[in-house]
């Protein structure tokens, strides 16, 4: 599995749409601020403590870095430091999270296992998607929306920024790592989050929650229809025939929609979720805690829902049901505790509907959603409260999150480096003989070097560039 990137924003808190680093400055100004990069998103457009009018000679909620106003030149270093290291925060330690589960950082228990991979497993990923919606919607002005033509600026940028990951993560894909990759996937994320950019918070949070229900059950019906025998499995043949991306990294439409392992159908939810989450006053204290509550609560719920089900007779069918043939699609466990523990590729089996009730990583069913998604808005609230407090503590954390697309793509790079026996016999065969350091370290010292000397990232920058080039000159 593996995890999301998302882009930091300076419209607004942090902009996490697929190029985390359009963040803030190099070092953290003051309590509660983030490090600002330089070019990287500054909190002025759209703060995320609610609308405020900008003075004369300061960017507007509908502007974005590269539309600098003339005359705004005395406030933009406090502008640029005007950010919620919080949100980078968070998505470092998603980025960790990733880390865990493709490299196996952590520790080892004394059966073998990691000791951490049964806590990330899905929800690193499901706290990259919900930072995603963050971003797109603090891209978009945060509390503050955008409208008119400042609007359909940041929506062009949402949707090139994920046509242009469709691309890089094809290209990732193609290196036959074991890495799940993401950012294809995000292509279809950014341009199904788009027709929501406009509406009120309370009305893509209910799209969240509804999606949340039925997109699982949806799509453990027309998986169903499109099994063996099933009459859609005839033109689902058909369409991956003709599918380009198919043909060169065997992960094409059909799997970003509904089969591979991240489909849209139950990854929208965190999108969603984070969207409505970033049109709210961030700033606020009492906006913060009560993210964590209601984190909390939907993962409490969840989890604790999904034991009662399976004690109460989903535990006993699926162990009648099992059937090795049919997991070896679906993750190779070799038995219902294995399947419950190791979690799954994206989907679950459709041979019996009692899987919808596991809570188990990358499962797609409502109680991974609500259960991952829970602990990812809980984790955000946490990470907003406590980041102040720690500024220069947590600096290398947060220049991993703002730098995310890089070390993304960097982590990817390096697990192949090291599979291909390329570095095996040379001053660098230690990335093969501890991969899990190389790229746990390379990150945090690359990230906060290149932050406080450089500010936004090798790879985000010109994601930047593009976007905004491209968006401010469609009509």
Known sequence: MSNSISPSPRDGAAETTADPTDSAPGAPAAAGTAPAAPGGPSASSARADGPRSPARGERSAGQVPGDRPEGAGPG????????????????????????????????????????????????????????AGVSIALLSGGSSPRSGHDMGVALWRVVIRGLIMLPVGTLLTMTGTPVSVILAYYAVFFVLAAPLMSERWKIVAGTAAVLGVLGPVASFYVRGLMAEGGPLRGPVAAVNSYDPLVALADDGVVNFLLTGAYPAITWMPFVFAGMAIGRLRLRRRAVQWSLVGVGAGLAAAAYTASWAALALGGRARLEASFDAGVMERYGGASSVAEALREGFPGTVPVNDWAWLLVPSGHSGTPFEVFGAGGIAIAVLGLCLIVAPYLRWAVYPLAAVGALALTTYVGHVLVIWLAESGLVDGTPLGFVSDRLDLTVLLGALVFATVWRLLVRRGPLEWPLHAVSMWAAKRIP
């Open 76 to 131: 933009a270093a406090k502008r640029a430091a005007d950010r919620l290291v919080g949100i980078d925060v968070a998505r470092g330690l998603a980025v960790l999270g990733m880390f865990v589960v493709h490299v196996g950082l952590g520790w080892t228990l004394a059966d073998g296992s990691n000791a951490l991979y049964g806590l990330v497993s899905g929800r690193s990923a499901a706290l990259f998607a919900l930072l």
